[in-house]
C-alpha cells in the first residue's frame, strides 16, 4: 500500500468511527419499532456467544467435541456452576479453576 492509500484508509475508518459515535445524537429523535428494539436485546449475548464457543469448540485448528478437550469440559462446568448459583464472578473464577486443573490432569 502506498503512503497515500494508508492516510485514505485512516480517514475512511476515522468517518466512520465519528459517524457510529454521533448517531447516538443524530438520530436522537427517530423511533425504533419495538420488534427490533426486542432482538436488539440478545446483541449482546450473541456477540459474546460468538466469540466464546468457537474458543470452546476449536482446539489445534480443529473442532473437537471429547472428554480430551479441557476448554469444553471447563465451559461446561462454568456453564452449571452458573445455572446454580448465578453468581457471575464465582463462574468465572471457578471456570478457570476447572481449566487449570483439567490443563494439568488431562
Same mark, same amino acid.
Given at each position: 500500500m502506498s503512503g497515500q492509500e494508508v492516510w485514505l484508509a485512516i480517514l475512511a475508518l476515522a468517518l466512520a468511527t465519528v459517524l457510529t459515535r454521533c448517531s447516538f445524537f443524530l438520530l436522537s429523535? &427517530? !423511533? #425504533?419499532p419495538s420488534r427490533l428494539l426486542h432482538g436488539l !436485546?440478545? *446483541? @449482546? /449475548? *450473541? /456477540? #459474546?456467544?460468538?466469540i466464546v &464457543? @468457537?474458543?470452546l469448540l476449536i482446539s489445534d485448528g480443529q473442532v473437537t467435541f471429547s472428554l480430551a478437550n479441557p476448554k469444553l469440559l471447563a465451559g461446561v462446568a462454568a456453564l452449571v456452576f452458573f445455572l446454580c448459583t448465578r453468581h457471575l464472578l464465582g463462574t468465572i473464577l471457578f471456570g478457570m479453576l /476447572?481449566?487449570? $486443573? #483439567? !490443563? $494439568?490432569f488431562l
Open positions: 429523535g &427517530v !423511533r #425504533l !436485546r440478545y *446483541a @449482546p /449475548a *450473541a /456477540a #459474546l456467544a460468538a &464457543v @468457537p474458543d /476447572a481449566f487449570t $486443573l #483439567l !490443563r $494439568l
